[in-house]
């Protein structure tokens, strides 16, 4: 079935520094990819989403491609700061239609002054 | 505009004993979904619905889990009874529709503790 897999953290970094979270996938065809991001204490929410192959989605300073080729969508950031401390999920539309979402396992991401 | 909203927040219980969450989803979505997400891991679908009908269930342990979701607005999951295994945050998710890019907005959680 479908799946993703993400690298495992936590990762520290200090602010300013350039982020990357691996996250690769499998499934059928080409779905839609989304990164979710889950701050101390809050529900998730969408952080970025690409829709079909080299689509780059865009926000709050992160960036992803959808890379068919390494089926990847690596979340990349060049510069973070403290506030972007929490917990990051790639995910995909799977099951039944493609109506529910499965994601990875999260990224605990912590940026140190 | 509200977001999605669950109750209550956090809720310790004995093994055995019963167990209800409330999601009220984003006005006018038409699908609402729960997950179940373990510590450390990412969340898992248990159910689906669309308006008032339950679509996908599949994942739903039905020998002590049940939902409802009457009127197509509001919905409760519920436990009967719990076990240790069941101590878990639970997500309520709301989508206008259930497309394979729609969005899912998620209500911030209920945090179970069964002892």
């Known amino acids: 079935g479908d799946s993703v897999t993400q690298m495992e953290g936590p990762v520290t970094l200090s602010e300013e520094a350039f982020l990357t979270i691996n996250c690769t996938y499998t499934?059928?065809?080409?779905?839609?990819l989304f990164w979710y991001v889950q701050y101390p204490g809050e529900g998730l929410q969408l952080l970025l989403k690409?829709?079909?192959?080299?689509d780059k989605g865009s926000n709050k300073g992160f960036e992803a491609t959808y890379r068919k080729e390494t089926t990847s969508f690596h979340l990349e950031k060049g510069s973070v700061q403290v506030s972007d401390s929490a917990v990051y999920f790639c995910?995909?539309?799977?099951?039944?239609?493609?109506?529910?979402?499965?994601f990875g396992s999260g990224t605990r991401l912590q940026v140190q002054p | 505009e509200a977001g999605v909203v669950q109750s209550p927040r956090y809720k310790i219980i004995e093994k055995k004993q019963p167990v209800a969450f409330w999601c009220n989803p984003i006005?006018?979505?038409?699908?609402l979904y729960w997950y179940r997400q373990n510590l450390g891991q990412g969340p898992e679908l248990l159910i689906r619905?669309?308006?008032?009908?339950?679509?996908?269930d599949s994942q739903l342990p039905k020998d002590r889990f049940s939902a409802e979701r009457l009127k197509g607005v509001d919905s409760t999951l519920k436990i009967q009874p719990a076990e240790l295994g069941d101590s878990a945050v639970y997500l309520c998710?709301?989508?206008?529709?259930?497309?394979?890019?729609?969005?899912?907005?998620f209500g911030p959680g209920t945090r179970l503790t069964v002892l």
């Open positions: 499934a059928t065809g080409y779905p839609s």
């Open positions: 619905y669309e308006n008032e009908e339950a679509v996908d």
């Open positions: 998710a709301s989508s206008f529709q259930a497309g394979a890019t729609d969005t899912q907005y």
């Open positions: 006005s006018g979505h038409n699908t």
């Open positions: 690409a829709t079909k192959a080299d």
């Open positions: 995910a995909l539309p799977s099951g039944g239609g493609r109506r529910a979402l499965t």
